[in-house]
């Protein structure tokens, strides 16, 4: 689910004026001139504060620029303004968790998911903050759902086992192993080299 990019026009501006402006940003950030882009999408929010597109814009270029807590100030505005927008609660929990703050990334990565159940970053992120909680248990459980809506990604796979491990639960690591062996065997031969693990070892 992916949320409005336009916002009615604030007193300040007119709907065709910004209907001009979001054109001109996006095809400054085709040509890769962000700085550009940046500039447009500023002008935008000083006519129009709750525009959309140009907060959720605003927010990813804070983050290209490494200023996590600038980025999050955008993102909570987005995610304010569209509460029922599933990616809008990824990019705040996202940046929540970049920033150490597991609580709120934990709530705005269960908010996109009873949003879209089958958002398969969501469940990956919520498992990455239940690791770091120590929740293994809980953490599990998200890894799974999310190795099960992306079967051929790696990374929740690689995730899992380790948890597998940190839970002295050797064989169920051994069994993700062997599963990657069929598709990335250079994630299955880190695994094994990290852990001390064999897919011979399987019991």
Known sequence: MSFNTTSPAAP??????????????K???FLGMRASAKLVFQDVLQRAPQDLLALKSLGFSAMHEGNLVLALTYFDQVSELSPESSNAHFNQA??????????????GFRAAIAIEE?????????????????????AVVALKRNTKLQPMSPFGWYQL?????DLKQADEALVVIRYL????????????RETGLKVGNLS
């Open 94 to 107: 996202f940046v929540c968790e970049e920033l150490g703050r597991l609580d709120a990334a934990e709530r």
């Open 181 to 192: 062996k069929g598709f990335e065997p250079k994630v299955a031969a880190q695994l094994e």
């Open 118 to 138: 089958k958002m398969d970053r969501a469940w990956y992120g919520l498992g990455l903050v239940l690791v770091r909680q120590g929740r293994l248990e809980e």
């Open 27 to 29: 095809i400054f950030l």
């Open 12 to 25: 300040g501006i007119g709907r065709r004026a910004l209907f001009v402006l979001h054109w001109r940003a």
């Open 161 to 165: 086992a380790r948890v597998h491990v």
